[in-house]
Antibody
């Protein structure tokens, strides 16, 4: 069965970076884009961007351009999202997801930014 | 920038029909997708490509789209349908970016 398993919770100081992993299984990794979506406490869903695991091509939300980097390692069917220059408003649950007609989400990774 | 607009809240009594709308200029050209999210859980897809229901989703969930508005309808809403609902679509400007609506809190009581 399709699974997306994310890395564990992180606590970071303002100005630091965080890198979240998303290990996939149960399907051909390069066949589907991986999207990253975050949700701040009590807030709605915010799309961050996607990566094409086949080509490595990316597309980022305009708001996060310059701070977010999405990468992948096809040898281990894993996608990564790195966010730099963290601020308190980056505190959120971060999800990786395979969006579309067949839709799968990771379990979410809580990133807390606090001094 | 492109936006999708949802009402912040909708309230119905059990057994009534709940309708949640999502409006956006790109919806005549792009499909709408709908998620249900219960507290502390990842979103669950309930409608895709405007009107299609994934397997395992109850038949009381249906979707429609006309012009710049997509609608999620829950016919005979049940207490367990109480959740946040989000629409999303793709920006039609050609940048292939995903846009989420702000979400609608459905109360069934």
């Amino acid at each position: 069965q399709v699974q997306l398993v994310q890395s564990g919770a992180e606590v970071k100081k303002p100005g630091a970076s965080v890198k979240v992993s998303c290990k996939t299984s149960g399907y051909t990794f390069t066949d589907y884009y991986i999207h990253w979506v975050r949700q701040a406490p009590g807030q709605g869903l915010e799309w961050m961007g996607w990566i094409n695991p086949n080509s490595g091509g990316t597309n980022y939300a305009q708001k996060l351009q310059g701070r977010v980097t999405m990468t992948r390692d096809t040898s281990i069917s894993t996608a990564y999202m790195e966010l730099s220059r963290l601020g308190s408003d980056d505190t959120a649950v971060y999800y990786c997801a395979r969006l579309g007609t067949t839709d799968y989400w990771g379990q979410g990774t809580l990133v807390t930014v606090s001094s | 920038s492109y936006e999708l607009t949802q009402p912040p809240s909708v309230s119905v009594s059990p057994g009534q029909t709940a309708r949640i709308t999502c409006s956006g200029d790109a919806l005549p050209k792009k499909y709408a997708y709908w998620y249900q999210q219960k507290s502390g859980q990842a979103p669950v897809l309930v409608i895709y490509e405007d009107t299609k229901r994934p397997s395992g989703i109850p038949e009381r969930f249906s979707g429609s789209s006309s012009g710049t508005m997509a609608t999620l309808t829950i016919s005979g809403a049940q207490v367990e349908d109480e959740a946040d609902y989000y629409c999303y679509s793709i920006d039609s400007s050609g940048n292939h970016r995903v846009i989420f609506g702000g979400g609608t809190k459905l109360t069934v009581l």
